[in-house]
């Protein structure tokens, strides 16, 4: 595996720094919301106990997971976790082919405050796709969360996303949840493939 990559974009002591602060960030956001929720109730907000059942986070599968799991890790309140299964790069595809929704989406997100995880805002449609789906069940809030986001140049949907881990150039990459054809989806950094790996 380590013979196919080019370059490192992004090495995993960076990764694992950056994902620790967008987790701080998110977690404060949300205890926000939930605080003014709770005051527009009229019912108190117990910071120790917040009652945070409304909290679901979305990771789209498959390259999301691992930075989901090393991100709700960081979040230390009650939540749940509702997978979402989009394709958008199949096989040994480098651009992306449109969106398939491969798992339907959650059907009980009305009044509930969502994060959506994505591995990477590259032309926006995925995220476009899953935003929509969602706001048409009329949750509380919805939030969008990337680990990777490359140039707006890129992007032929209009959306983007309230955290971003890394602004990438516009180079197909891999590594940390993130795959060609199925692999290097373990490489532990963000990476260049060399193009005879391609």
């Not at 969106?99 to 509930?112: A, N, Q, S, Y």
């Not at 449609?125 to 919805?142: E, F, G, H, R």
């Not at 990438?168 to 590594?175: Q, Y």
Request: charged fraction near 30%.
């Amino acid at each position: 595996m380590h013979k196919d990559i080019d370059k490192i974009l992004v090495d995993k002591i960076a990764i694992a720094e950056r994902v620790q602060s967008l987790g701080t960030r998110i977690a404060a956001d949300l205890e926000r919301e939930l605080r003014e929720e709770a005051g527009r109730e009229g019912r108190a907000y117990d910071p120790d106990h917040p009652d945070a059942t409304g909290i679901v986070i979305i990771p789209i599968l498959t390259g999301a997971f691992i930075f989901t799991a090393d991100l709700v890790r960081c979040l230390s309140f009650k939540l749940s976790i509702r997978l979402a299964a989009v394709s958008s790069y199949p096989g040994k595809s480098v651009e992306s082919k449109g969106v398939r929704i491969d798992r339907e989406l959650p059907h009980d997100l009305g009044g509930k405050h969502v994060l959506v995880i994505d591995d990477i805002l590259d032309s926006g449609q995925t995220l476009a796709v899953v935003k929509d789906l969602i706001m048409k069940q009329n949750p509380a809030s919805v939030r969008l969360c990337v680990l990777l986001r490359k140039p707006e140049t890129r992007r032929v949907a209009d959306v983007d996303a309230e955290y971003v881990g890394f602004e990438i150039p516009d180079e197909f990459v891999v590594g940390y949840g993130l795959d060609y054809d199925g692999y290097y989806r373990n490489y532990p950094a963000i990476a260049v493939l060399k193009s005879d790996a391609l």
